[in-house]
């Protein structure tokens, strides 16, 4: 019973697979938040926070889509109405906490103006 070629083809196999992880795998990359965590643009423009954190359900012109149009939303609420949706959620389709810290100001100051 000759098992010697069956486990050393193994071995050399496993040794390049060591050596590969060793020298050549760098891991996941950190460039997208993890799930649970929100965006932040901390730039204070608002058109780049909602870009990175709105178009997906509110549209790339906020014309609407799996969330309602945003571009006349300044003409239906105010400022400090659009500051408690963003940081409260509305009718358990808009999140809370999309976007967090001074990063609502600026944006609800923004919307407000969407006439």
């Keep these: 019973?000759?098992?010697t070629p069956m486990i050393t083809l193994f071995n050399i196999i496993l040794a390049g697979c060591?050596?590969?992880?060793?020298?050549?795998?760098e891991g996941?990359?950190?460039?997208?938040?993890?799930s649970g965590e929100t965006a932040s643009a901390s730039s204070g423009n608002a058109?780049?926070?909602v870009s990175k954190?709105?178009?997906?359900?509110?549209?790339?012109?906020?014309?609407?889509?799996?969330?309602?149009?945003?571009?006349?939303?300044?003409?239906?609420?105010k400022q400090n109405e659009i500051e408690n949706i963003i940081k409260n959620g509305k009718n358990g389709r808009m999140p809370a906490g999309v976007i967090?810290?001074?990063d609502v100001?600026?944006?609800?100051?923004?919307l407000s103006e969407k006439k």
């Excluded at 996941?28 to 993890?34: G, I, R, V």
Aim: hydrophobic share 35%; proline share 5%.
């Design 1 to 3: 019973m000759k098992k």
């Design 18 to 25: 060591l050596v590969f992880l060793l020298f050549f795998y």
């Design 28 to 34: 996941p990359k950190k460039s997208q938040p993890a």
């Design 47 to 49: 058109k780049d926070i």
């Design 53 to 77: 954190n709105c178009m997906t359900c509110h549209g790339d012109q906020l014309q609407g889509g799996a969330g309602p149009a945003l571009n006349k939303i300044g003409s239906k609420y």
């Design 100 to 102: 967090s810290g001074n």
């Design 105 to 110: 100001t600026v944006v609800a100051k923004w």
